[in-house]
């Protein structure tokens, strides 16, 4: 039957009624207690095969779990097939699993009566329970205090002692690791005569005095390795079970899996980490961890839940706290795990499980000193014999510091004091007593002031160098055999990763990077000229990082100060060397396209200042190279060149040589009509970029920049950012940011020529329509801000045209009934635009975007969605702004339509206006606009005023009345403050 349930590919799979009668009859055959009259190795093939048969069900068919209501009962038999036959430890669990944060039951059962060795000890087992209890009390008060220093070599020693307990003890110790512990050389007797006394128990049935006969011995092993593929079976099927469920129906049962500091006096719960710490076999303690990392992975917003960082007494334990106690427990165990761990593959599977977890733990919500006990306990695995583990270490410290570089913990982590690895030649562990005292007398160098706290030197990134471009000191256990004496390097998949930690440091941490500028330069350099094409693509990825922290530091919103900031000469110095260097090469070798992109990108990230101080001849080759690359065959290629022209086209000193900007916009043209949906969305990006540069140009340099660019290219660049705007929503979003710079753009002499008039009509529609259509918010948005743009040029006969209706008709419906708050805003900005009262058309149109920012003010706190909540106010701010800018404008006919509103809705209006004007009064920082609200308020006023003075008009209008009794109000506040 299982093998019924296996898939073939190219052939239908089961139909769904036998799926589920398979899964059923797995599952009853896994819930069936075992019959007394069976061996032991008969049910454990019976188990296999059901563990097997449900596995194959959840990869061929994705069976529904939650719809057929068997996702706790499945749940439950796997945990209790996890720990079968495992030596010492005998559950009992629930038929069914509930998702629930708390413990459901005990976990372990009283030991079996069938079993004479475990019934002999039961006494032993209350007395040492209620002993371990004291002691797990003993370890957390010592733990909660070395929480806060920065080396875990006595809590390491620590946890190795309680794995050496006596026979008696460790028969009912969870968290015992049956496996050798890898220590120092000298104490290898101690550690072989320590082991679980299961283990003892399988060393005294093979050796040659047992009472055992040899034929039973045999069977005793043959029965272990049955139930550890079991165990296997079990974790395996798990695994494919997390792979068909979402995540947050599966951290419904994180406690059930996942180990939690116990309480005083009471048991610790089973979980995946007994398996990893007591299982005699390493592929069953691997499986664990595969596991444990499936749950972890994905596990960041969920666990962001965690706070222990300030102690709070409560009557009951929140499930903040409960989850960073459970986060704790994973680090202590898997640290544990990794001191007792014998087995290079398992090895690695725990470190990689390390990973996963500080990639999605919250260290800042966590008290510190978590990261500090990791780091140093992972430092000596970096020289480990083995390649796996060596490149899982460097993949856990480029965790920390991509996920957590900005705690000040990582920061005086990196900053640690320099110090060499190679001289352990892989051996080091942390229980090592020599590398433990090399760690001693650095750390007490560094109290006694050796290393200066502002010194920026990082001991990682001169590791990495040194894996990347060193040839190796010593002979590993992976050497290759070689009779020439050749430099030999670290293998491949360790400098790949040191190229990955080096780039994370880069983008993370570039204060620290920037001191070794020029040598990392040179190593990308040295990296993209080897013929490993790994090597190359994270030396260009490297390069890029390097360019792109130079950019940073530069923006002007950066919080760097500038004495700190990367020289610009320095950076020039950077560049020469690189564009003398392999990276001209690695742009044209069409032999490795991935290498090519990778190339463009990192030439975008050239600083503006830097390229405008670079030699003629390297800024000519740059622009050749990427106009080249434009018509690249691969797709891959020519949307990264479009997008590194895109870039460039905002440089200061190309965006005013129009025939650069002329190349650029023909090339950007070429890849908006290609097949491939990334070019085009590049080629959209970098026309959106280049209209901005027009627009710059036209503001600094006048109408010599828009006489001197051709009209035909003005003309093409419109059609295809109208023709671009009918896309996908990636395209979309851009080329309607495009049209609303080039209309924008136009002139006067544009506007009246017939060619043009055509395409300013298609390509207002355009907006329209996408302001009205199905399109994402961020594509709404960019459109509302076209029009916006739109309305700015006097050039257009806005208020005359006939597209004016439909322009408005869309910004006035989307102001009132959009749910994305964001878009709403930027409508009322577009609708404040105009800035003659002939540009909003005839009454009724005046009349109807009055009326529709009224409503639109009504309903600035109507919303399904909380987090639009956050953008209400800004709405209420830009609606007030844009009512106030209509009515300065009001014309005499407009009055009546203005005063019904305000006779109708005044209560709330006059709310909201008070307030927009107070906020500026009371000094608001974060409302303040350039202009004195209170004055634009008081313009308006005077403005309908003047239409008391009209032959035949009312004296003394409500209107007036009504603004001036706000500003009124307005005084009295603040003359009270």
Known sequence: ?????????????????????????????????????????????????????????????????????????????????????????????????????????????????????????????????????????????????????????????????????????????????????????????????????????????????????????????????????????????????????????????????????????????????TIALKDSSPKTRACALQVLSAILDGSKQFLSVADDASDHKRAFTPLSVTLASSIRELHRCLLLAIVAESSAQTLTQIIKCLANLVSNAPYHRLKPGLLTRVWNQIKPYIRNKDVNVRVSSLTLLGAIVSAQVSLPEVQLLLQQPLYSLSQNSGSATPSDPESNRKESMLEGGKKNGLHSEHSQSCWLIRLCITLVVEPREDSYSDSEPSSTPAVMYEPSPVRLEALQVLACLVKGCFNMAQSYLIELGEVACKCMQETDASIQLHGAKLLEELGTGIVQQQKPDSIVPINLMVPINQAVTFWNMILNGPLPAALQNEQHPTLQTSACDALSSVLPEAFSNLPNDRQILCITLLLGLNHSENPLVKAAAARALGVYILFPCLRQDVMFVADTANAILMCLSDRSPNVRAKAAWSLGNLTDSLIVNMEAMGQSFQEEFSDMLLLKMLWAATEASKDKDKVKSNAVRALGNLLHFLQPYHIVKPRFCESIECAIQALVSTVLGDGTMKVKWNACYALGNVFKNTALPLGKATWTAAAYNALTTVVKACKNFKVRIKSAMALSIPFSREQYGSTEQYCDIWNALVTALQKSEDTEDFLEFKYSASLREQICQALIHLLSLASQEDLPRIRKTLLEKGDSIRNYVLHYVKSEVQGDESQREHQDRGKMLQRAIEHIRGFEELPGSNKGLIEVAYFEAILVSCDKEMEAL
């Not at 976990?107 to 002691?135: D, F, I, L, M, Y």
């Not at 794995?163 to 049956?178: I, R, V």
């Not at 406690?255 to 939690?260: G, I, K, M, T």
């Open 1 to 273: 039957m299982a093998n019924l349930c296996l898939g073939v590919p190219g052939h239908p799979y089961l139909d769904e009624p036998y799926r589920m009668t398979c899964f059923k009859n797995f599952l009853t055959v896994l819930q069936t207690p075992k019959p007394n009259i069976v061996d032991d190795i008969a049910v454990c093939t019976l188990l296999q095969n059901a563990l097997k048969g449900i596995q194959s069900l959840l990869n061929g068919s994705k069976i529904k779990l939650l719809e057929t209501g068997q996702l706790g009962s499945l749940l439950a038999v796997l945990k209790k097939y996890m720990f079968h036959g495992l030596p010492g430890l005998s559950i009992e669990m629930p038929t069914v699993l509930y998702p629930t944060p708390l413990a459901q039951y005990d976990g372990r059962s009283p030991t079996k009566p069938e079993q004479p060795e475990a019934a002999v000890n039961q006494p032993t087992w209350s007395k040492k329970k209620r002993k371990a209890g004291k002691q797990k009390k003993g370890h957390q008060g010592e733990e909660s205090k070395e929480e806060l220093k920065n080396e875990i070599g006595a809590e390491i020693n620590k946890d190795l002692e309680k794995m050496k307990l006596c026979s008696g003890e460790a028969q009912h110790s969870l968290y015992l690791g049956p496996q050798k512990s890898p220590l120092d050389p000298h104490q290898g007797q101690v550690g072989k005569d320590h082991f679980s006394p299961q283990v003892q128990r399988y060393k005294k049935i093979n050796s040659s005095d047992s009472e055992y006969s040899d034929a039973e011995g045999s069977l005793q092993n043959k029965i272990r390795s049955f139930q550890a593929k079991v165990r296997q079976g079990a974790l395996s099927c798990f695994l494919s079970t997390i792979k068909s469920i979402e995540k947050k129906v599966l951290y419904g049962y994180w406690s059930a899996f996942v180990p939690d500091i116990s309480g005083i006096g009471s048991p610790q719960s089973v979980s995946l980490m």
